[in-house]
């Protein structure tokens, strides 16, 4: 039997968690697998482990582990893996398949355009958008914002500052200031964030104090539950499933 193991980041946040988890039900609903189960790569439990006993008790022999992750960084490339890995040797009768996380896409760039034009549509001139990403060591994570900035661009988004929160330059602060320096007319920041959790409090936070020192500066929703992405979840649970449904559906 099949199961499909969704692994969500976790977060202090309750509200964030509960996005999270309302988002992965309605997942579920377009995926065509017996056994579907949550867990979370920190904070909040059950964690992977935990996750993957579970579909075993329930009687998987097939269990995709797949991310929701929206790029390819630490946490795909070691983290996952790692406890995959332990996984494979306490229960060697079970066939493990790891799933991508979402990656760069149209859909989610269409979706970045689409939080835009929900704060201004058309953007007025003199307009500029910062995009924050959640931020990684990995170098593939800058790589990936480029080709996010340069499909944005290709959609007419013209000035597009990239910066990110963590563990890569420019920080979230710098790049906030460099646009502030630029004398944009307006600012538009868009949280490359799959829901609210303490990054988009910091990100309020530190735009408030921007805003009441005179800058003018609107902060747009995160991607959040969207048909976009729940089609994109879709989608990366198909690729991975596409040797394996006809024999464990």
């Known amino acids: 039997m099949l199961a499909v193991l969704y692994v969500s980041h976790g977060t202090r946040i309750h509200e964030g968690v509960k996005q999270a988890n309302q988002f992965l039900s309605s997942c579920m609903k377009q995926v065509d697998a017996p056994i579907q189960r949550v867990?979370?790569?920190e904070i909040v439990q059950p964690g992977i482990l935990d996750g993957i006993r579970q579909c075993i008790a329930a009687g998987a022999e097939v269990v995709l582990v797949q991310p929701l992750l929206l790029l390819t960084a630490g946490h795909a490339k070691r983290d996952i893996p790692r406890v995959i890995k332990q996984a494979e040797h306490l229960y060697p009768d079970v066939r493990f398949i790891y799933g991508r996380p979402?990656?760069?896409d149209e859909r989610i760039v269409s979706l970045l355009i689409e939080r835009l034009h929900?704060?201004?549509d058309p953007?007025?001139?003199?307009?500029?958008?910062l995009l924050v990403g959640r931020g990684s060591s990995d170098p593939d994570t800058k790589r990936n914002f480029a080709q996010i900035r340069h499909l944005l661009h290709q959609k007419g988004m013209e000035s597009v500052t990239l910066c990110y929160m963590a563990a890569a330059k420019p920080t979230f602060d710098?790049?906030?200031d460099q646009v502030i320096r630029e004398q944009w007319r307006h600012v538009y920041v868009i949280p490359y964030l799959l829901f609210s959790g303490v990054l988009m409090k910091t990100i309020y936070r530190s735009i408030d104090v921007k805003n009441k020192a005179g800058a003018s500066i609107t902060l747009c929703r995160?991607?959040?539950y969207h048909p976009n992405l729940i089609q994109l979840m879709k989608k990366r649970v198909?690729?991975?499933?596409h040797h394996v449904l006809s024999d464990y559906a």
């Open 39 to 41: 867990c979370y790569l």
């Open 102 to 104: 979402f990656g760069v």
């Open 118 to 120: 929900e704060q201004q």
């Open 123 to 129: 953007l007025p001139q003199g307009s500029a958008i």
């Open 174 to 176: 710098e790049g906030l």
């Open 222 to 224: 995160p991607l959040g």
């Open 238 to 241: 198909e690729e991975s499933l």
